[in-house]
């Protein structure tokens, strides 16, 4: 049940008739994997934090940096030289102090992200590159977990939903293969901050849709957002028989 403090923190939200009391509840019980604390985790962590989302797993073995506090509106001036993950618990905490946190502070091999990735209900990947993003979609894959996948560089953003147990869903693999992403990261081509906080809210919308069971959720089609032109366009994706991550024979 939800305490008289819950109902009174969450009452906007359980005011729409497509969460109600029952929304809140799954949301309660939940549990998400965030992967990335840094300009697009940032929006993720803090809106599911503040939504209720009952436990939330914070991955991310980097430290705050200066030049990172124009977009990861999550860390402070004060958390420079400061564990990403233990910024974020304690800005977190302290917005909520409802949920649980559970930190990750290393690098996860593959073994152990297999096993994070199979206790949850949701993953987040809110990385910067594709080696990160290969392995949690193969993760996502093997243990048929909904993925909500995002990417901003300069002033072009992406978003989609890879949702395993759909068995029309593509996976991350079907859409950009081995490695067809472009490498550059932030720090070598400039990104602004409202578009990944823009990513990052749809990210985080998407997330509570699949867990609070209301709405489309924006499984195979890709989001791609204009920042300079203020556009944004929808893609069919289909799954690839072939793919070596889901198709036939890997799945």
Known sequence: MLSDQELLRYSRQVLLAQVDV?????????????????GLGSPVALYLAAAG??????????????????????????????????????????????????????????EELA?????????LDCSDNFTTREAVNAACVAAAVPLVSGAAIRLEGQLAVFDPREPASPCYHCL??????????????????????????????EALKLL???GTPLVGRLLLVDALSTRFRELRVKRDPSCAVCGAGHA
């Open 53 to 110: 989302v009952g436990t939330l797993h914070l991955a991310d073995f980097d430290t705050v940096d200066v030049t990172n506090l124009q977009r990861q509106v999550l860390h402070s001036s004060a958390s420079v030289g400061q564990g990403k993950v233990d910024s974020a618990a304690e800005r977190l905490a302290a917005l909520n102090p409802e949920i649980t946190l559970v930190p990750h502070r290393a690098v996860l091999a593959a």
């Open 115 to 123: 096993a994070l990735v199979a206790e949850v209900d949701v993953v």
């Open 22 to 38: 029952a929304g809140q509840l799954k949301l309660k019980a939940a549990r998400a994997l965030i992967v990335g604390l840094g």
């Open 212 to 214: 609070a069971g209301f």
């Open 176 to 205: 950009y293969g081995h490695g067809s992403e472009e490498q550059l990261t932030c720090s070598e081509a400039g990104v602004l901050g409202p578009l990944v906080g823009l990513v990052g809210s749809l990210q985080a919308l």
